[in-house]
């Protein structure tokens, strides 16, 4: 098969399999009454273009870069939502933006790598294969997965390509954002279900550890390409292998901690004592984050449309379909707080900034809270 007819079957299986699972989706569970644990307040928000692909805001030092579905990138205070610059693709995009502060880079439906300093876009460089995943910003290279699961490397500054690492694969691949993380001086990568360990400099695979054992009968049965972005604690890299399990990985070793089956799309998220997430059915679990042992489930929010969760301190946060943003307790999964945002699914998983709680949703709504 091609690269170009791979990464078309890419796209088509994984809107297949996505399409059939929002159509067959059971009714929503109703949201049940409760008594509020903590009071929070939205302190801004701002509106972008429509979202069509989970973005997660690009978070730096007291600013953050987020873009729109059609090509316009932007970087905002953190602490306010002002705006610090703003600048144009000039085409609609694929893939979020990713930004070490300075460079922020996106990918267009044009297969099109750009990148921006400071609002001035500097060069733009095209890849062969569709892009789902937001570039990697760091040590001024600019790191691009494709569907195919090639890498590509650029330096930041002039757009020049350092590498390309091709890996060899099944011939369907997910059209999700994949994992593409840094830890020290190892670029990490999910390369179908085995998180790989890259050398950045040379583009070679130092180490590779699988976090799911796909299996199935046929090819889109058997997908299992890991879910971005991942969550990280120290040198422990946890993310979910696409409707077959969660799994962490020990970043310095290079070694799989452990892994447990668990169905669902949507990435993980964790901290010191914990790992999260939502199943197919939007089943609530939090693992043991050093051995997988299923510390809580629950069933409160079946069906809603969960986003990925975001650990804060005893706090675990969701949003759904109906654009709430769900503040559980981390250690029984009890509802603490419940805020509205427009209406629209939250979609990627909430960011945090500082003290400051960001949500995006499908409308295009950037939302901004802070706990009282």
């Known amino acids: 098969m091609t690269g170009r007819l791979a990464a078309w079957a890419a796209g088509a299986a994984a809107v297949l399999v996505l399409a059939g699972c929002a159509a067959d989706r059971p009714k929503p569970t109703p949201l049940e009454s409760y008594t509020p644990k903590i009071s929070a307040r939205q302190v801004w928000s701002v509106r972008l273009g429509k979202l069509d692909f989970p973005l997660v805001p690009a978070v730096g030092d007291g600013h953050i870069v987020v873009a729109d579905s059609a090509g316009s990138v932007s970087a905002l205070a953190a602490d306010t939502g002002a705006e610090l610059w703003r600048a144009g693709a000039g085409s609609a995009l694929s893939a979020g933006v990713g930004s070490d502060g300075r460079f922020a880079s996106v990918v267009t439906r044009r297969n099109e790598v750009v990148t921006f300093d400071g609002g001035r876009e500097i060069w733009r460089r095209r890849v062969p294969s569709s892009v789902v995943t937001p570039p990697f910003v760091a040590g001024e290279r600019v790191f691009v997965l494709g569907v195919d699961r090639a890498v590509h490397a650029f330096d930041a500054l002039d757009g020049r ?212």
Request: glycine residues 14%.
């Open 161 to 372: 390509r350092l590498w390309t690492l091709q890996r060899p694969g099944d011939a369907l691949t997910l059209a999700m954002p994949g994992v593409l993380a840094a830890f020290h001086n190892t670029l990490l990568v999910g390369q179908g279900s085995q998180l790989a360990g890259v050398d950045p400099l040379r583009g070679t695979v130092t180490w590779s550890v699988p976090l799911a054992s796909p299996r199935g009968t046929n090819e889109v049965e058997r997908l299992a390409d890991l879910v971005g972005p991942p969550a990280r604690y120290g040198a422990r890299f946890c993310a979910r292998a696409f409707q077959s399990a969660v799994g962490c990985a020990d970043a310095e070793r290079g070694a799989q901690l452990w892994t447990r089956p668990s169905g669902g799309i949507q990435p993980v998220g964790g901290d010191a004592e914990r790992v999260y997430g939502a199943d197919a059915v939007d089943r609530i679990s939090a693992w043991r984050a050093d051995n997988g042992d299923v510390v809580w489930s629950s069933e409160r929010m079946l069906n809603r449309g969960l986003s990925g969760p975001l650990a804060m301190g005893p706090l675990v946060v969701f949003g759904d379909f109906e654009g709430y943003v769900h503040f559980l307790d981390a250690t029984t999964g009890v509802p603490q707080l419940r805020l509205p945002t427009d209406g629209s699914q939250v979609i990627g998983a909430p960011q945090v900034a500082g003290h400051t709680l960001l949500v995006l949703t499908r409308g295009g709504g950037l939302f901004a809270f802070r706990q009282n």
